[in-house]
């Protein structure tokens, strides 16, 4: 008796659909007046808050004003610490005399750094953002601190009575980006000792020993001598001329920008420094030296990368250290006289901000304009693996539109003020906040769902094949073992509809390739059935004449 098809062996892959709902606008109209009834008055504070002092640091009526209390979290956050400690200590019981101990010196530890970094005299942080100007706001960031309460480490770092931002003279003209910072680097290691000798953790205390020798073997001074010469200032000045162009590989291609240069810049109470690199470069008869009344100075040149024009130099320049990666930038820093802060740009940004403080950081237009042609570059290499999640990110990048800015730091005797002005104001600087995280969701999820729907398919086909296969066999066993001349022979008595024939990966009415000849003595490996278009996929997909079924990647 002849057998029917088998129609129960078919699998299906659930995908899901992405769903873009689009917002209209609608024209707003002015809101009803608030009834007597409901009417609010004004409520003073039953608990005392540092708003009036923060306030009086911030831009009222812009795009954007914060203000939150943190004395309730943070007063006593040591002892709240050390009461948390002592109630872990009792929850163990009293024969894990290790693990007791272990709590207890941990919680000792973070009960001393709390204590120590100045975080419990915090009262209040404030944010604010007003345009000046169109296209140009000014932001504000405040942390509180009664007077004369800001001892901590974390307050120290900062650095010490505010002062004239002098080091904006260094910056040549074609200055992309600078940063420059009080920075005590002596009271920090200090710190860092003694956080390491109060952890009770010998690791600690042997990597501070380690660090120690390693300065000593490298740079041929005690780290005592080397912090010892070490000046209260740093900063670094990355410059970009955009008259000569280096060529740079992004991906399988290169790509032309304006060429850097960089330099790091040191304040330093001696030459003892410069005089080490000057021993450790002596011995080589390539070494250039500079020697003039207030200039010292060393280049290298190095044969590698020649289209970087790379001339490694150490200099010492009125109790500066600098390290450039040519010669030219040291050179454009002695003579700069402030040459960017006179330029159009930096007047613009500068406006308004304080003359003095503890840290600056500037961002020229230049340097957001090479840094958005490297994302760009970046993202047409991977145009053709994901055109989709590609113009996703150059989208989000026009949204964002980076500029120029300009902001100070200075600590007050009540607390750190820093001031940006720039290009960004808080919309913006906010929308990467709510756009990225949806970003990066899409950039996962859109080559999983590439993926995803792809495997799908594969599957799908699979199953297909196997029921192709399965009516090979019925086939056979109605014909003494032998299986059909063709697929088409199959139809109606052994398969009833022709979607079977149909591979999801084409749009062939028949997807399959059959293997005729074949019989149920045939070696069980024997391909039978495989689908056509897999290999456009990077795949095969077969089934043996013992009807096992595969998905393989074609490497």
Not at 37 to 56: L, M
């Amino acid at each position: 008796m002849k057998l029917k098809v088998w129609r129960n062996f078919r699998a299906a892959l659930v995908s899901a659909t992405l769903v873009l709902s689009g917002c209209q606008k609608q024209e707003l109209s002015a809101p009803p007046p608030i009834p007597d009834s409901v009417a609010t008055t004004a409520v003073q504070s039953a608990e005392p808050t540092s708003f009036a002092e923060v306030a009086r640091q911030l831009d009222a009526g812009g795009s954007f004003y914060l203000y939150l209390s943190t004395a309730k979290a943070m007063e006593g956050l040591s002892a709240k610490v050390a009461e948390m400690r002592k109630m872990a200590v009792e929850a163990v019981p009293a024969d894990e005399a290790d693990t007791r101990a272990h709590i207890e010196q941990l919680g000792t530890f973070v009960e001393d750094l709390i204590r120590r970094s100045g975080l419990e005299s915090c009262t209040g942080l404030g944010a604010s953002s007003i345009a000046v100007e169109p296209d140009l706001y000014r932001n504000k960031m405040f942390l509180h601190h009664p007077p004369g309460q800001g001892d901590g480490f974390l307050w120290n770092l900062i650095g010490g009575k505010a002062h004239l931002l002098n080091s904006l003279e260094l910056l040549p003209q074609d200055t992309g980006m600078a940063t420059f910072a009080d920075i005590d680097p002596k009271a920090f290691w200090q710190f860092v000792q003694d956080t390491a000798a109060k952890s009770g953790r010998p690791e600690a205390t042997q990597a501070i020993a380690q660090a120690s020798a390693t300065v000593q073997m490298t740079t041929g001074m005690s780290l005592d001598e080397l912090l010892d010469s070490l000046g209260k200032e740093g900063g670094i000045i990355l410059t970009l001329d955009p008259s000569q162009t280096v060529s740079l590989p992004i991906g399988d291609q290169t790509q032309s920008f304006a060429k850097p240069r960089l330099a790091l810049l040191l304040r330093v109470n001696d030459e003892r420094i410069f005089q080490r690199i000057d021993q450790t470069l002596g011995a080589s008869p390539q070494v250039e030296k500079v020697d003039e009344a207030e200039l010292k100075m060393r280049t290298m040149p190095v044969p590698f990368l020649p289209e970087l024009g790379l001339r490694p130099t150490a200099a010492q320049w009125k109790g500066w250290l600098i390290v450039a990666s040519h010669d030219s930038l040291v050179r454009d820093i002695i003579g700069a006289k402030g040459g960017f802060r006179s330029t159009p740009e930096f007047q613009r940004l500068s406006r308004g901000l304080p003359k003095e403080g503890n840290s600056f950081s500037v961002s020229a237009q230049r340097f957001a304009d090479a840094m958005r042609e490297v994302q760009r570059a970046s993202m047409r290499q991977q145009a053709a693996a994901n055109p989709a999640q590609t113009k996703l990110m150059e989208k989000i990048l026009e949204w964002q539109k980076p500029g120029s800015s300009f902001a100070v730091s200075t600590r007050l005797d009540n607390g750190l003020l820093v001031v940006n002005q720039g290009s960004m104001g808080a919309s913006r600087m906010l929308a990467p906040l709510i756009v990225a995280p949806l970003a990066m969701t899409a950039g996962i999820a859109l080559p999983v769902y590439t993926n995803v729907s792809a495997r799908g398919k594969q599957v799908k086909s699979l199953s297909n094949a196997k029921q192709l296969g399965l009516a090979c066999k019925l086939y056979a066993a109605d014909h003494d073992g032998a299986f059909p001349p063709n697929l088409q022979v199959l139809m109606p008595d052994y398969i009833e509809s022709t979607d079977v024939l149909k591979s999801p990966l084409g749009d062939d009415p028949i997807g399959y390739d059959y293997t005729a000849g074949l019989t149920e003595t045939s070696p069980p490996a024997s391909v039978l059935i495989s689908d056509r278009f897999a290999e456009q996929q990077g795949c095969r997909i077969i089934v043996r004449v013992d009807l096992s079924g595969v998905v393989e990647k074609i490497k």
